[in-house]
């Protein structure tokens, strides 16, 4: 009886990472920004034991490490087709949610790269990312010690720009 409960609530808890769908209110939210209709096409959470169990399989000594992080979910929705030419840029105050701070709002060719943060005691230990491409929505939510990963993309952005910023996020967090 135990090993059919711990079976259902392996499943009920892998169900649950696969079906995250990012911060509440966030896609509402940026439906209505966007003008346009979102559908869901990844959406994983991995919890603290989860994170530093991919950080090990992924350190490659750079500036910042997985190791940071002690949780990760992310969302990646798929924009409807539709006329996007006339579609306006995001604006970080529209997302909703209290206490965030923008850190980032990078644009180029349509692309949008936003990097908002929740300070505490003089440290960035949540962070959420949006990336806006033609066709598709990114939005990732970390936690964790967050500082150099946001100085990383901040540094990369004054660069190049949005796709700069999107590359050292990309980076940072991938699991190479």
Not at 87 to 99: A, D, F, I
Not at 131 to 149: F, I, K, S
Request: charged share 25%.
């Amino acid at each position: 009886m135990k090993q059919v409960a711990l079976a259902a609530g392996l499943m009920l808890a892998a169900s649950g990472c696969m079906a995250y769908r990012g911060p509440i209110g966030v896609e509402d939210a940026l439906e209505r920004s966007l003008g346009a209709d979102l559908h869901r096409e990844v959406g994983i959470k991995l919890g603290p034991i989860s994170t530093q169990l991919v950080a090990s399989f992924s350190s490659d000594g750079g500036d910042f490490e997985l190791r940071d992080v002690t949780s990760i979910g992310v969302a990646v929705y798929e924009i409807a087709p539709g006329p996007h030419e006339n579609r306006k840029p995001l604006k970080p105050s529209e997302l909703g949610g209290s206490g965030w701070t923008t850190m980032l709002d990078a644009r180029d060719h349509g692309d949008q790269v936003i990097l908002l943060a929740k300070p505490k005691h003089g440290t960035i230990r949540e962070m959420l990312l949006l990336a806006v491409d033609d066709d598709e929505v990114v939005v990732a939510r970390l936690t964790g010690r967050l500082d150099r990963l946001i100085a990383h993309a901040m540094e990369a952005t004054r660069r190049d720009g949005a796709r700069g910023a999107r590359a050292a996020i990309g980076q940072s967090t991938s699991p190479n």
